[in-house]
């Protein structure tokens, strides 16, 4: 398909999917998720901040917002005609939609991340993480897409069918069109996001970071898990953290519907993802609320956290850098 006559900007969404050759069923999953993002702005920009009086499986409040983008969604999807399972962070279980799988793919997604953040302005965002078929319970090697939506001063949307990963902005007629693609990173960054409490940092984390700070690394950090994300790829660098911790050994964060897309994506960008010792695309889940520790961004900072945690927390091997030295 041509894109004679055509600036960058006047590709949509769809345009872009159909000119990867992405198939009719997917095409319309990821379109349908944008949709649905049209409704949440709608729901952060007019909602009711207050507390939904319920809470999810880890006992967070749920917040009115959290509970409507769960709803939006999760009714988008129902209808879709092309979701086999579907489950999010606000679900206590896997809800399945259609029994048969052909040609159907299965979601998980944390609808409104970093929703407390809204009472305060800061940026937040949407997370879907898209498999084929039915299970759910896969290593996140095995996504055939993944996709994020950010609410910040621009909402945009950034997607990979594991093709590039490509990023769109939502224009004043309420359509996503082409902001960049093929985003890449730097093998090595200047900015580092560090979640979690410093004085519950184990070893070796301690050490990394120190590292970081010695080597001049500025700390970059919102709180929302997708605008800080999103702040590494578009700037082609950087390291984001959320860490085990001496009270917290999985860390907070979701593997299925937060650090599986995250991984997907900054992997399709050049980038890595790991738990501390592995690649979060390698984790093989066992229970659909999993959490992990995880170290993504650029494939060099990434290592060293894992070398450092090697060295310090399993007393495996040096530091590379420092064998290096004379
Ligand atoms: P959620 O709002 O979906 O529960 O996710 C919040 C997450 C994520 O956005 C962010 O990286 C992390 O919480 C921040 O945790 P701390 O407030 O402990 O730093
Ligand atoms: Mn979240
Ligand atoms: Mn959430």
């Known amino acids: 398909m041509s894109r004679a006559g055509k600036t960058k900007f006047q590709i949509d969404l769809r345009r872009h999917l159909r000119e990867h050759y992405v198939n009719e069923n997917l095409t319309h999953l990821i379109c349908e998720i944008a949709e649905a993002s049209k409704y949440i702005i709608h729901s952060i920009s007019t909602g009711d901040l207050g507390v939904a009086g319920t809470s999810n499986l880890y006992g967070e409040k749920q917040l009115e917002l959290d509970v409507l983008a769960d709803r939006i969604l ?67 090697r095995r996504q055939v897409a993944a996709v994020y939506v950010l609410y910040g001063p621009r909402t945009t949307l950034v997607y990979s069918v594991g093709k590039g990963v490509h990023e769109f902005g939502m224009n004043m007629l309420r359509e996503y069109t082409l902001l960049q693609e093929n985003i890449t990173l730097e093998p090595q960054g200047s900015l580092y996001s560090p979640g979690g409490q410093r004085n519950l940092y184990t070893p070796g984390v301690e050490a990394f970071v120190t590292k970081l ?9 919102s709180g929302g898990f997708v605008p800080d994300i999103n702040q590494i790829l578009l700037k082609g660098q950087g390291i984001f953290f959320y860490p085990h911790l001496k009270k917290q050994p999985q860390g907070k964060l979701r593997l299925l519907f937060e650090l599986s897309p995250m991984a997907f994506l900054i992997e399709q960008a050049g980038g890595a993802a790991s738990d501390g010792r592995q690649p979060i695309l390698d984790l093989q889940p066992t229970q659909i609320h999993e959490r992990s520790p995880v170290f993504i961004g650029c494939k060099k900072d990434v290592a060293l956290a894992e070398e450092y945690i090697r060295k310090f927390e399993d007393g495996k091997g040096e530091v590379a850098e420092k064998k290096a030295k004379p």
């Open 213 to 221: 700070e010695d080597r001049g690394v500025k700390l970059r950090y």
């Open 74 to 140: 999760r009714k988008r999807l129902d209808h879709s005609r092309v979701v086999a399972n579907m489950m999010s962070e606000e679900m206590d279980e896997i809800i399945p939609v259609s029994p048969d799988c052909d040609g159907k793919y299965s979601v998980a997604f944390d609808p409104l991340d970093g929703s407390s953040l809204v009472d305060v302005n800061l940026a937040v965002g949407t997370i879907v993480s898209i498999f084929e078929g039915c299970d759910l319970l896969q290593p996140g």
